[in-house]
T-cell receptor, first 114, second 118 residues
Framework: AQSVTQPDIHITVSEGASLELRCNYS??????LFWYVQSPGQGLQLLLK??????LVQGIKGFEAEFKRSQSSFNLRKPSVHWSDAAEYFC????????????FGQGTTLQVKP | GAVVSQHPSRVICKSGTSVKIECRSL??????MFWYRQFPKQSLMLMAT?????????EQGVEKDKFLINHASLTLSTLTVTSAHPEDSSFYIC??????????????FGPGTRLTVL
């Protein structure tokens, strides 16, 4: 079955510290991969996406993610977290067909300590 | 670019009434829009896929007669919650795919609509 797993439900980091949010997927073939961020009471904002090519992708707000086919992972990283990064983060995948349906992970809540 | 709006952002209604939520792509055309429901502290649940000019495709378990979707143009889709009940209270989010984007699968999300049914 197709699924996305974000093993960490809640993560707390200190401001200025590095961050890595994990994402693993189960899919028949390499899907399109996405990370979205959601602030409280808001919609989702696209941070970055991977379709093909370089497996290290850069996104907005200083985020990057690395696609590792052998591990079926697409982990999100940021070298130095800012207090404004506190939010809910969702990893999602979509098949390479034309339906465009996204399968979301459960989300990871990021808390930033001053 | 790729901005999606939703209206209203928040609505409170009485049980038994119907509520319409609009989703608009402001700076691009979207042949496909998606409607999601999100419960507190949970992920997004896809309700239906809305295609311009055709009937929506509903996910299993979603009542099509209760959640009416109309995709009237390339920039507008509406979700009407008919005969709303308190259990329909939720955060509803729409998204749209950019027709002209190089990779059409990228979805851009609206800010969401908080529905409270009394």
């Amino acid at each position: 079955a197709q699924s996305v797993t974000q093993p960490d439900i809640h993560i707390t980091v200190s401001e200025g510290a590095s961050l890595e949010l994990r994402c693993n997927y189960s899919y028949g073939a390499t899907p399109y991969l996405f990370w979205y961020v959601q602030s409280p009471g808001q919609g989702l904002q696209l941070l970055l996406k991977y379709f093909s090519g370089d497996t290290l992708v850069q996104g907005i707000k200083g985020f990057e993610a690395e696609f590792k086919r052998s591990q079926s992972s697409f982990n999100l990283r940021k070298p130095s977290v800012h207090w404004s990064d506190a939010a809910e983060y969702f990893c999602a995948v979509a098949g390479r067909g034309n339906t465009g349906k996204l399968i979301f992970g459960q989300g990871t809540t990021l808390q930033v300590k001053p | 670019g790729a901005v999606v709006s939703q209206h209203p952002s928040r609505v409170i209604c009485k049980s038994g009434t119907s509520v319409k939520i609009e989703c608009r792509s402001l700076d691009f055309q979207a042949t496909t829009m998606f409607w999601y429901r999100q419960f507190p502290k949970q992920s997004l649940m896809l309700m239906a896929t809305s295609n311009e000019g055709s009937k929506a495709t509903y996910e299993q378990g979603v009542e099509k007669d209760k959640f009416l979707i109309n995709h009237a143009s390339l920039t507008l889709s509406t979700l009407t919650v008919t005969s709303a009940h308190p259990e329909d209270s939720s955060f509803y989010i729409c998204s749209a795919r950019d027709l002209l984007a190089g990779a059409q699968v990228t979805q851009y999300f609206g800010p969401g609509t908080r529905l409270t049914v009394l």
